[in-house]
């Protein structure tokens, strides 16, 4: 059985949503690479109810000043760079 690695994303503007794309039009190679699924836990921004140019569950929107902690989001070290080589 493949591992998970949970991520937790901070912000859901330019940045956020382009990670959010990457994460999908990659994820064959991500998962190949990490030997792990990487799984999008939970989005938190100050504004959640702006609509973006990609869509997702509202469930995985939390608003940022209202946040708890997210014991199941894995700290994972920036491997963009790593990835896409």
């Known amino acids: 059985m493949m591992k998970d690695i949970n991520i937790g994303l901070i912000g859901f503007g330019t940045i ?5 794309k990457l994460l ?19 989005i938190a921004d100050i504004d959640i109810t702006t609509s ?7 469930g995985l929107l939390t608003n940022f000043r209202r946040r708890k902690k997210m014991p ?3 700290v994972l070290k920036p491997v963009w760079v790593e990835l896409f080589q």
Do not use: D, F, H, M
């Open 16 to 20: 956020g949503t382009g990670v959010v």
């Open 24 to 42: 999908r039009q990659n994820e064959e190679l991500i998962t190949k690479k990490l030997g792990a699924r990487v799984v999008l836990k939970k």
């Open 72 to 74: 199941w989001i894995s």
């Open 52 to 58: 973006r140019e990609i869509k997702v569950n509202k």
